[in-house]
């Protein structure tokens, strides 16, 4: 390998990453309607990740090394719409909120934002406001045509409470309640647990001095 000589002035622009040096990480599934990714491969250009993730439904990662290195998303792939989980991982990797994810559909209207407040009713798909002005993943769509698809309609809209709630708690930086609602069991659900992150997403009296002074 060529070892380029320039001046030491030259110095801060070779510092700089390009896209060349960056390596791109497809995070994906093939299983349709979930929102999590089961599988990962990386890659050395853009342009091939693209080609890869082609039929797939996940999201792009984009890594780079050195003093100004660092991970950073790239962009949404086969209409993903991550679940709360799966947002608070890429925000783990990244520091970055995940941006709002555009409709999957050409012609698709935008998600419909409604702000929260404890007790009120959501219609699936809608994007909801938490106290702190933080958005959460789109309400579960709801099916009550029969008694089993009640239950998993209220099973998913339970699992949104509480994975949004730790997501909430992991962009407010507040590791105490982060811990307690990454530690629910979500098969087993109780009341109290649900009455916990319904009021920690909504409620203003659950928020933390320091964060009502930010908000401010």
Request: net charge positive.
């Given at each position: 390998?060529?070892?380029?000589t ?52 996940g ?14 998303f ?32 050409s ?110």
């Amino acid at each position: 390998m060529a070892i380029a000589t320039q001046p030491a002035i030259d110095a801060p622009a070779r510092l700089r990453t390009t896209d060349s040096d960056a390596r791109w990480f497809v995070n994906y599934t093939n299983q349709p309607g979930i929102g999590r990714t089961t599988a990962v491969c990386h890659f050395h250009t853009r342009q091939a990740a693209r080609h890869f993730a082609r039929g797939k439904r996940g999201y792009i990662i984009r890594v780079t090394d050195g003093p100004e290195g660092g991970a950073s998303f790239a962009e949404f792939v086969g209409g993903f719409e991550p679940s709360a989980q799966e947002v608070r991982r890429i925000e783990g990797l990244t520091g970055r909120p995940v941006p709002a994810v555009a409709p999957a559909a050409s012609g698709a209207s935008a998600p419909r934002m409604v702000e929260g407040r404890v007790g009120r009713q959501y219609a699936g798909g809608e994007i909801v406001t938490t106290v702190s002005g933080n958005r959460t993943t789109p309400f579960p769509r709801i099916d009550t045509t029969s008694e089993r698809r009640c239950a998993n309609t209220i099973a998913r809209v339970e699992a949104w409470l509480i994975e949004n709630a730790a997501l909430e708690a992991q962009r407010r930086g507040d590791s105490f309640n982060q811990c307690q609602f990454v530690s629910v069991n979500l098969k087993n659900i109780t009341q109290a647990e649900k009455d916990h992150a319904e009021h920690y997403l909504f409620d203003p009296d659950f928020l933390a001095p320091a964060v009502r002074r930010d908000l401010r």
